[in-house]
């Protein structure tokens, strides 16, 4: 009887090692099919497909973008050559070139302008700068008048008036022509008139011009 109980449990634990060796060689038949390897048992790549779009329908990489361009800020003479706007008349300049000069930054005093002005202005642009002196060999025929002045050195703000009229007073100009006989003098670059005086001449210009 004790011999019988042996032999089933015996029997049992073979029956049992015998399957559980059976249900493993069955799993890893079913992963890695015949070979050692077992590549079928790495993970599988997601792999994106490859593009259909032709070259010209492709998204543009950022670097071949163009990138938006923000015009400098212009400061000086740079910023009064500039028209108003579309469509606006250009500011007059004179021929001769320079920037302008340290009048602009000082007050100018109407009365000590007035008297530079009959010193050294009135033979070229009349008393009060009305202006109809002639000048031959120039374009126009006369030296232009400052009262009134070119509509297009007038401007509301202050400065920019003074500086369009300080252009012409420091650096000078030659009217356009064969041969003029009057010339704008540079009166700022050969120290004919201080930065002061400047000051002063401009003050009675825009004064004549309000």
């Known amino acids: 009887m004790k011999d019988d109980v042996q032999k089933t449990i015996f ?13 493993i060689g069955f799993l890893f038949l079913n992963a890695c099919g015949f070979t050692l390897t077992c590549k079928r048992g790495a993970a599988l790549v997601d792999r994106t497909p ?3 779009l032709i070259p010209a ?3 543009v990489q950022s670097r071949f973008m163009p990138t938006s361009v923000v015009p400098p800020t212009l400061t000086g003479a740079e910023a009064e050559t500039q028209t108003a706007g579309p469509g606006a008349e250009e500011i007059a300049r004179p021929s001769n070139p320079g920037g302008p000069g340290g009048a602009i930054d000082l007050t100018g005093d109407i009365a000590a302008g007035e008297k530079n002005f009959a010193t050294n202005c009135v033979v070229c642009h009349a008393a009060k700068g009305v202006g109809g002196i002639p000048n031959p060999g120039s374009t126009d025929g006369t030296v232009p008048e400052l009262n009134p ?3 297009t050195l007038k401007d509301k703000d202050y400065k ?4 369009n009229i300080d252009l012409f007073i ?4 030659t009217p356009e022509g064969t041969s003029p006989v009057f010339r704008m003098p540079a009166w ?4 004919g008139l201080t930065q002061q005086q400047i000051a002063d001449v401009i003050a009675y210009v825009i004064s004549l011009n309000p």
């Not at 920019?160 to 500086?163: K, R």
């Not at 420091?170 to 100009?173: A, I, L, R």
């Not at 700022?188 to 120290?191: A, E, H, K």
């Open 149 to 151: 002045i070119d509509s």
């Open 160 to 163: 920019t008036f003074a500086t």
């Open 170 to 173: 420091q650096h000078g100009s």
């Open 11 to 23: 029997r049992t634990l073979i029956i049992f090692v015998f399957g559980v060796a059976l249900w």
């Open 50 to 52: 490859v593009p259909t």
């Open 57 to 59: 329908t492709l998204p």
């Open 188 to 191: 700022g670059d050969t120290n």
